[in-house]
């Protein structure tokens, strides 16, 4: 299976395993996001910085 170089791929990693066995068992979590994020049209381009924290 060929997956494209635009796609979201989440990879299973013994930290991600205790994240979601908090979440589904009602246990508290905290949770970092940083990023970036580009909206792109005919005429204006716009690039945005995002850093959100959960928890």
């Known amino acids: 299976m ?3 170089d635009n796609s979201f791929q989440l ?3 013994s930290g991600i395993s205790d ?3 908090s979440i589904v068992n009602g246990g508290s979590v905290k949770y ?3 990023g970036q994020v580009t909206i792109e049209s005919t005429l204006t381009m716009i690039t ?3 850093d ?3 928890g």
């Open 48 to 50: 945005k910085d995002f």
């Open 52 to 54: 959100v924290t959960l």
């Open 32 to 34: 970092e996001i940083k």
């Open 11 to 13: 990879v299973n990693s």
């Open 2 to 4: 060929t997956v494209p």
């Open 19 to 21: 994240i979601y066995n």
